[in-house]
């Protein structure tokens, strides 16, 4: 079992057709709602997508304060509720809870501030109880402000969290749920029943679906499956500092260096990803390696479901220049990008997932705990959040963008043993905004990249190889 989606924020901004967003609207866990809350019920490791804000100026509390109160009316206040018949999906409802605004009480320095947002990370999120989602913020000694806006993975994914911040932003009230005139107290035992014997017909067909399908052919490349699962390790319940590093470059720098390369903006982000992961030592040169690409496959404003993501996996060619690994053609990364983003929103990419997923969602959380042992994360994740619209840059204060932005997902409370087993790599997050880029990268390899150092000394390396001066949080 491979969860592709377990250590990322689903933010690409990219539109689906409506040829697939299209879904009937239900208060019904998704299969991806589902994965990410057991991740939280199963395996213990809650994922919160996390962004924060640096501006350069100080923003005053009643701003935050005042999209944090239309926030709490709209998609993000949703709680989830259990069902009560074995096989039928869980549904969200309305919640009225909401995280009280935290202002960080002192002045922090610039190098306290990745430290105090992996605090406010950690601050308890429950898509069962609530809240699911929480804002943070704190002033600098050089009279900045970070804002950490934190949210259940569970509740939302990037691009609802998105949505409903520029909503919150601008004033405007989105419905809470995609079928808002439905309260929990009108979803009756015979709703759960019927959703249960629907579920059971999918299963049905979809395992007819699978038995007649062609086999599905096995990317050649590298991935985290071909690491060999490691022998226990004395520190394997000690819990481990994920090592994360933000970069930040001039936008003017980063497309001369892609244009330098003969590929895009996307390709040197997909290109410095992979050569992180082979300056790391995780994988070796001369050998492709797979990189999971995750879309949005959102279908607009009416679309209300909480995680509505799909990707893509492409093998990116590597081989050793001048002592290091690099990736040669950025753009073969280009071409193999846009041909399976084609496939994949045209239907013609075979997929045996949709097959089995009624299946897994219908498991109960006894049975998948006994899957859990056997779950790898991606080798290496790229996720391309494009760029930011301005409402994105400056949603508190229209007159004030933010300088930078930190955007990732956050596996909380992941023991080295855990992610030993999980054989991970690096997961990346990457977008343009007010003349930046910025890249957001994770270490998951306990042991090849053992803490935020050492990652900044490989990503250092891997920009200077490209031209690139990369300016740390």
């Known amino acids: 079992m491979t969860t592709s989606s377990a250590q990322a924020p689903s933010t690409a901004h990219r539109t689906a057709p409506a040829t697939v967003a299209t879904v009937a609207p239900s208060n019904r866990l998704t299969y991806d709602d589902e994965l990410f809350l057991r991740m939280a019920t199963v395996i213990g490791l809650p994922v919160v997508a996390q962004n924060a804000w640096r501006f350069p100026t100080e923003i005053p509390v009643s701003a935050v304060e005042r ?5 709490a009316r ?14 039928a999906r869980s549904r969200f409802v309305r919640s009225s809870a909401r995280a009280p605004l935290t202002v960080h009480p002192d002045r922090l320095s610039p190098d306290d501030v990745l430290a105090w947002l992996d605090s406010v990370a950690e601050i308890e999120l429950d898509p069962v109880k609530g809240p699911g989602w929480a804002l943070a913020m704190a002033y600098t000694t050089e009279g900045k402000t970070i804002v950490s806006f934190n949210v259940s993975h569970v509740v939302a994914d990037g691009r609802l ?9 601008a004033g405007r009230v989105r419905p809470q749920l995609p079928v808002d005139d439905l309260a929990a107290a009108q979803v009756r035992l015979v709703d759960d029943l019927r959703d249960a014997a629907g579920m059971a017909r999918k299963v049905y067909a979809g395992l007819r679906a699978a038995r007649r399908a062609d086999p599905i052919r096995r990317i050649d490349a590298q991935t985290s499956a071909d690491r060999p699962v490691p022998d226990p390790q004395p520190d394997d319940d000690v819990r481990h500092t994920i090592a994360k590093v933000v970069a930040d470059c001039p936008a003017e720098d980063w497309k001369a260096a892609a244009k330098e390369a003969g590929g895009t903006a996307n390709g040197l982000f997909i290109a410095v990803t992979v050569e992180v992961l082979l ?18 496959v959102r279908g607009g404003d009416d679309d209300l479901r909480a995680n509505a993501t799909s990707g893509v996996t492409i093998a990116v060619d590597t081989e050793t220049r001048d002592g290091a690994g690099v990736v040669p053609d ?39 705990r006994c899957f859990a042992t056997n779950i790898t994360t991606p080798l290496c994740l790229a996720s391309n959040l494009g760029t930011h619209p301005d409402t994105f840059m400056a949603p508190f204060d229209p007159d004030q963008q933010a300088e930078s932005i930190l955007l990732h997902a956050v596996p909380l409370g992941a023991t080295r043993g855990q992610l030993r087993r999980q054989r991970g790599g690096v997961t990346a997050w990457w977008g343009e905004g007010n003349g930046v880029c910025s890249l957001t990268i994770h270490g998951l390899d306990p042991d090849h990249v053992r803490d935020a150092a050492t990652l900044r000394r490989l990503v250092g390396e891997v920009y200077a190889r490209r031209g690139l001066t990369p300016t740390f949080w």
């Open 67 to 71: 999209v944090s109160a239309a926030l």
């Open 74 to 87: 709209g998609p993000l206040n949703r709680l989830v509720v259990r069902s009560r018949v074995p096989g």
């Open 161 to 169: 969290k998105h949505d409903s911040l520029a909503a919150a932003s």
């Open 279 to 296: 300056a790391a030592g995780i994988v070796e040169a001369g050998r492709p390696v797979a990189v999971n690409l995750p879309v949005s």
């Open 330 to 368: 950025l753009a073969a990364v280009r071409a193999r990008s846009k041909e399976q983003f084609t496939a994949l929103f045209d239907g013609t990419r075979p997929d045996p997932r949709p097959w089995f997923r009624p299946l897994v969602q219908m498991l109960p959380d006894r049975v998948a």
